[in-house]
């Protein structure tokens, strides 16, 4: 069995909407690169919304 890594170990990136630092997952391991937002929502566009006191 593989050894386990501590999250601080993980590389980080900040979400492009919110600015809030995210962490590697293993669901992105083939598309790091690309990966921009931390949520579904971010990448919605709901949080900015929701900051602006917006809705849908």
Do not use: H
């Not at 900040?14 to 992105?28: I, Q, V």
């Not at 083939?30 to 919304?49: F, K």
């Amino acid at each position: 069995m593989p050894k386990m890594q501590k999250k601080a170990d993980l590389p980080a990136k900040d979400c492009a909407a919110c600015g809030r630092p995210f962490s590697w997952r293993k669901k992105w391991a083939r598309d790091w690169e690309n990966v921009r937002y931390c949520s579904d929502a971010c990448r919605s566009g709901a949080y900015g919304r929701a900051r602006a006191g917006t809705t849908i």
